[in-house]
């Protein structure tokens, strides 16, 4: 099992998203996605590394490969930084190097517990195991319980010249004020679909199956990888098909409520996919049109419901609402 504190390859998740891509194809493929973050990589890679970063964003846009990047440049031994192949790129890449530092949530646990917390602050009391940076990558913070979060607030405000904090999160408003204010931050963009399809297709995607995966998963190649194979999101795509955007007139409204009826237990989901689809359907250059117009409603009916839902409003209820916005003249 994982400890708190690991540098164990086995149990590191930030080759994941990179498994098999060289340094330099990365670099390339962050620097066509945003010059924001190759700039970033640069400052790296050149010893000029923010003390603490913390990288926000959706599941699967990236933010584990770009850690993995930014932990290989501050490792790297060779002078082109990093150059993917000497000791301290490998060791960085597959989490095995002595000074690098995993926090995650251990196996079956869902959060970050301050006794893991505290684990981190004391091995940081120490000096680095060898020579050169110490780097604490935390990973999805915005899981860590407000005791962890506060328990590294004073390691992350006043670190030695040696360590540097790289954290990721999903939700950053989950992320306590006074360890985001100590970070510099940086939010991860969506991807384009073409960059998307590419990715997949790269990975043993089959080109016809690409472009679909790519326009299903809202800006994410991590999400098209993971509904490939999800028989839960097909099946809440094709209730929402055909129910919120197939209904047309009051005498369909039975049917579609039906459907979404038995989504009770996928709603989030399904919320999710009537939410991107719509995105899809909307077409700025004729923001007038009857398609257009029809998508924004159910945007509105869609953030409705996910307000419903944290009211405990009963999802039949909430369901009911965004068919009924839909069917607006």
Not at 43 to 55: I, N, Q, S, V
Not at 73 to 93: K, Q, T
Not at 104 to 112: E, F
Not at 193 to 207: D, F, H, K, T
Request: charge should be neutral; charged fraction near 25%.
């Amino acid at each position: 099992m994982c400890s708190a504190l690991t540098n164990s390859s086995s149990c590191n998740s930030l080759t994941a998203a990179a498994a098999g891509n060289s340094a330099e194809s990365q670099i390339r493929a962050f620097k066509r996605l945003s010059d924001p973050l190759h700039s970033l990589i640069l400052e790296y890679a050149k010893g000029r590394a923010p003390h603490a970063l913390m990288l926000s964003g959706p599941f699967g846009v990236g933010k584990a490969t770009l850690a993995r990047l930014l932990c290989m440049a501050l490792l790297c031994v060779s002078a082109d930084r990093p150059c993917g192949d000497c000791p301290g790129c490998r060791r960085a890449g597959d989490g095995s190097h002595v000074n690098l530092i995993t926090l995650r949530a251990l196996p079956g646990s869902r959060t970050v517990k301050v006794e893991q917390a505290r684990d981190l602050t004391a091995s940081l009391a120490g000096h680095p195991f060898s020579a050169g940076p110490r780097v604490v990558v935390m990973e999805s913070v915005d899981i860590f319980t407000p005791a962890a979060q506060n328990a590294l607030l004073k390691a992350v405000e006043e670190p030695d010249e040696a360590t540097f904090f790289i954290l990721t999160a999903v939700q950053e408003k989950a992320v306590l004020p006074t360890i985001r204010s100590r970070c510099r931050h940086v939010r991860m963009p969506l991807w384009p679909q073409n960059m998307i399809e590419e990715w997949l297709i790269a990975r043993g995607v089959p080109s016809p199956e690409a472009p679909e995966l790519a326009a299903l998963c809202g800006g994410s190649p991590g999400k098209a990888m993971q509904i490939r194979d999800d028989e839960g999101f097909w099946a809440v795509r094709k209730a929402a098909e055909q129910s919120i955007f197939a209904v047309r007139d009051v005498h369909g409204f039975p049917a579609a409520s039906a459907i979404l009826k038995d989504q009770r237990d996928r709603a989030d989901l399904l919320l999710d996919y009537a939410e991107n689809a719509a995105m899809r359907s909307i077409d700025p250059k004729v923001p007038d049109n009857e398609k257009t117009i029809r998508a924004r409603r159910i945007l509105e009916a869609v953030l409705t419901a996910r307000k419903h839902r944290a009211s405990n409003v009963s999802w039949q209820a909430a369901a009911d609402e965004i068919l009924l916005s839909s069917l607006e003249e």
